[in-house]
């Protein structure tokens, strides 16, 4: 009996590594995590400059008045995109057409900096993709920014965001 198990635990112990690297590929990684304040709005950031490389790109859809009436966040937008640019991975903002607000403060495609279009679709506010990242932000009393890493998620936004995409302006 010792030896039909020593045997057994042996053979299982050659193909644990096996089973753990199939059951990392099937799951992908899959994390939630949020971002509190001015300062988690930052740090946020500041996380995706370091990921970043020439291949990717950062999507997002329409940010609230409240956000960008706030110079502080404007100004921290305009930092980012900038550092974004100068490390050279893309981006393309997706508002509605009815969001003057969003048109006027956040169009600086003449600059450069990323692509924008306009869409007659309703969308929703506040959503950004990037790599296998979708943030979801919201901008009550204290921003905060709701981060989910999943692939499978992040294509499915992808995936919407580029069906807009191709019908905006």
Request: with cysteine; proline share 2%.
């Amino acid at each position: 009996k010792k030896k039909n198990l020593k045997k057994q635990e042996e053979d299982f112990k050659k193909i644990l590594p096996q089973l753990k690297l199939k059951q990392t590929v099937q799951e992908g990684k899959q994390e939630s995590k949020i971002y509190v304040g001015f300062e988690g709005l930052k740090t946020y950031y500041d996380e995706i400059l370091k990921k970043a490389s020439k291949k990717d790109e950062y999507l997002a859809m329409t940010f609230s008045d409240k956000s960008l009436d706030n110079k502080s966040i404007s100004l921290m937008f305009q930092k980012f995109h900038q550092k974004r640019a100068e490390k050279g991975f893309k981006a393309k903002i997706l508002c509605n057409v009815d969001d003057k607000l969003t048109q006027n403060k956040m169009n600086y495609s003449k600059t450069g900096l990323y692509e924008f279009k306009t869409t007659n679709q309703i969308i929703p506010t506040g959503i950004a993709i990037f790599q296998d990242i979708v943030a979801t932000y919201n901008w009550g009393k204290v921003p905060r920014v709701f981060v989910i890493i999943c692939k499978e998620n992040a294509d499915q936004y992808r995936k919407f965001f580029y069906d807009l995409w191709r019908s905006a302006k």
